[in-house]
């Protein structure tokens, strides 16, 4: 609805969706997006804690050893006891989370190299598909012809279609689904390093793809 707003007040709305990574909103966006997967990634640590915590998924490194805290921490009266003590502190804090730490920090970069992706395809195809960038003494009409025969072509929906399943939103609903039905803990569990699969598999699919796509309309520009 925003980017509606936006067209519609600038007078571009004919143009459509154009990505335009430079403009103010893009960036509120993604600040936003941003925000709100910081604050779901802390959830589902507390979570993750509170599972571990209870004993209803086993851990074996979570429990605090004395000799461990008196080696970090060995004096309490001076600065430096003071200092050790803080540091104490932290560490016990990693020992207590570093589980969920690590777990959510997978699924965090899953989303980020998701987003990357998703964004670079998205800038990328819509450069070599629906934007006239060569110029001189170029054959513009099979140029047009090239670029919307490679958008009705059937590996061009096949890159969308697939690009909607992995997409960073599309992960998202997955996560909330999961909460809908209890589920958020096996869900993240199952997903810490198998999740980094398809957007990986769908980018080097999507890569080779628009390297065809940029070959082709190079050739029909100076054909």
């Known amino acids: 609805l925003d980017g509606s707003i936006y ?10 969706h154009v990505a335009n990574p430079s403009s103010f909103g893009w960036a509120v966006d993604g600040v936003c997006d941003g925000f709100g997967d910081i604050l779901r990634f802390i959830a589902f640590g507390l979570v993750l ?9 086993s851990s074996s ?3 605090l050893m004395d000799i461990e805290t008196n080696i970090i921490c060995p004096s309490r009266g001076s600065e430096a006891g003071i ?3 803080y540091l104490g502190r ?5 020992l207590n989370y570093r589980r969920p730490i690590l777990i959510m920090m997978c699924i965090s970069l899953q989303s980020l ?35 919307s025969d490679i958008l009705k072509s059937s590996p061009m929906w ?16 997955l996560q909330l689904l999961a909460i809908l039905y209890g589920k958020e803990v096996d869900f993240l569990l199952s997903i810490q390093l198998l999740g980094f699969l398809p ?6 699919g999507s890569y080779m793809h628009l390297q065809i796509a940029v070959h082709a309309v190079r050739e029909a520009a100076f054909s």
């Not at 957007?199 to 080097?204: F, R, S």
């Open 83 to 85: 200092c050790r003590r």
């Open 49 to 57: 804690h509170k599972m571990f915590g209870n004993g209803k998924i």
């Open 158 to 173: 096949m890159v969308c279609y697939f690009w909607r399943l992995v997409n960073p939103q599309n992960m998202t609903q």
């Open 199 to 204: 957007p990986i598999i769908v980018g080097m």
């Open 113 to 147: 190299v998701s987003s990357i992706l998703w964004n670079y395809f998205m800038i990328s195809y819509h450069t070599v598909l629906e934007t006239d960038q060569y110029a001189g003494d170029i054959n513009y009409r099979e140029i047009v012809k090239t670029q």
């Open 61 to 63: 490194g979570y429990q």
């Open 7 to 16: 067209r519609e007040r600038s007078h571009s709305h004919a143009i459509g």
């Open 90 to 94: 932290l560490y016990q804090f990693w």
